[in-house]
């Protein structure tokens, strides 16, 4: 890991430490969690939101007044719209990524689950999804939380990361595979 890409994960394990200690103290993991997926839902949709946390043309007051306007829209627990105020006056709002990583990372823990990162060709139906965690369930010996992304490239099949362990069953791995083999024969 270069210098830099340690130190900034440095700063984001620090503050989802901090966070985290303080939401379990009262007792508020559940909606720490919430705050967590709603948080990290809103990166991945506004390219406004992200353009904000890492473009250093925005002064801190305007990151900060910024950050506590989306922090009490959303309705964010007081623990962690404060958090992020503080980061903001601290122009650390680049770190948040990494943070609600690590932050999902230790609530997860704590509630004795594991995220599984499922990509699809198509979007799974809540059935698909009950029965895939059920069966990584019993493969993993926690409850199972599912990251669900679709990517229409994969043609067919799934691709599942757990933890250090990664399954690819689409068609387009089994298409490389099969392109691979017959390039060795020619």
Do not use: C, W
Request: proline share 2%; aromatic share 4%; no cysteine.
């Amino acid at each position: 890991m270069s210098e830099p890409a340690s130190i900034s994960s440095g700063i984001a394990e620090r503050y989802a430490s901090a966070i985290f200690s303080l939401a379990q103290d009262e007792g508020g993991l559940d909606k720490l969690q919430q705050d967590a997926d709603a948080l990290d839902a809103a990166l991945r949709e506004s390219e406004d939101f992200r353009a904000l946390i890492h473009s250093p043309i925005y002064s801190r007051d305007e990151q900060q007044n910024a950050i506590g306007a989306i922090a009490d829209k959303m309705g964010l627990g007081r623990i962690f719209a404060n958090t992020l105020r503080l980061m903001a006056s601290k122009r650390r709002l680049f770190v948040v990524p990494a943070m609600l990583a690590i932050l999902r990372d230790m609530i997860a823990d704590a509630k004795g689950e594991i995220t599984a990162d499922v990509t699809a060709a198509q979007a799974l139906s809540d059935e698909q999804k009950a029965a895939l965690a059920e069966t990584l369930k019993k493969s993993v010996g926690k409850d199972v939380k599912i990251n669900m992304s679709v990517d229409d490239r994969l043609i067919g099949g799934l691709i599942v990361k757990v933890g250090s362990k990664m399954i690819d069953t689409s068609i387009r791995a089994k298409l490389n595979a099969l392109q691979n083999r017959m390039k060795e024969v020619g």
